[in-house]
């Protein structure tokens, strides 16, 4: 009905309009892709052009559920969102800023001095940074006395299936942050976070290890898509 340009659409329909009078929560999630790339092409406005990078998303994964055309836009590529009429260079770099800031926000609001007293929080802060990544990123959490949150440090990032984790590298991070004690975190790509046998061998490494040095590994969380494995919740500890 609005075909082509969003200043023809009635007033309190307008994305920017929305927005401002209700907040960004009331906006759809073409609605804010649109307010991100501000403008559409000759043939279509930029909320159909949001809505069509969604569905790409969304074809891609042979689904209707909206989540995997978010998941698209988190590990898409420039040229992914290009292959979409109306995404040049410049659209898909404000997208990718976009998500990358979106990143940096949830990676950073977890050094709060969040005090990390319960299994449940550690997954909570984390579950938006790591639950799209494509591959297995292995960090630790570092706490000081009070169990609160220091720092979040990346050791190494590994294949699909599989990430290389020396403890010399651990241990060489958590000695250099005055780590008290320390979590191992890492993620699953395939969405299942149950634990392989290469997990728990290497859990059980690093736990000797902190013994020997002092810094003590009380638990191990394995991030999958939308849900977590806790070693210590799960009696493994």
Do not use: W
Request: hydrophobic share 40%; net charge negative.
């Amino acid at each position: 009905m609005y075909k082509n340009k969003i200043k023809d659409m009635p007033e309190d329909m307008r994305p920017q309009e929305k927005l401002l009078l209700h907040g960004p929560k009331y906006l759809s999630n073409a609605e804010l892709i649109a307010l991100i790339i501000r403008t559409g092409s000759k043939d279509k406005s930029s909320i159909e052009i949001s809505q069509e990078l969604i569905d790409k998303g969304k074809s891609l994964a042979n689904t209707h559920d909206e989540y995997f055309g978010l998941k698209f836009l988190v590990n898409a590529s420039v040229e992914d969102l290009m292959e979409v009429s109306g995404i040049g260079h410049s659209k898909a770099c404000m997208v990718q800023a976009a998500i990358e800031l979106g990143r940096r926000t949830f990676r950073d609001s977890a050094f709060t001095k969040e005090k990390i007293n319960e299994t449940h929080i550690l997954p909570n802060l984390v579950m938006n940074d790591m639950r799209y990544l494509t591959e297995e990123e292995f960090r630790i959490a570092i706490l000081n006395t009070k169990k609160e949150l220091e720092y979040l440090e990346l050791i190494s990032i590994g294949s699909v299936d599989k990430t290389i984790v020396e403890p010399r590298d651990v241990f060489q991070k958590a000695i250099r942050r005055n780590a008290h004690t320390i979590i191992l975190l890492h993620n699953h790509p395939s969405g299942d976070p149950r634990p392989s046998i290469q997990d728990i061998n290497i859990t059980e490494r690093l736990k000797s290890a902190g013994k020997l040095i002092g810094i003590e590994v009380i638990d191990h969380v394995i991030i999958g898509d939308g849900v977590y494995y806790s070693f210590l919740e799960e009696g493994i500890f």
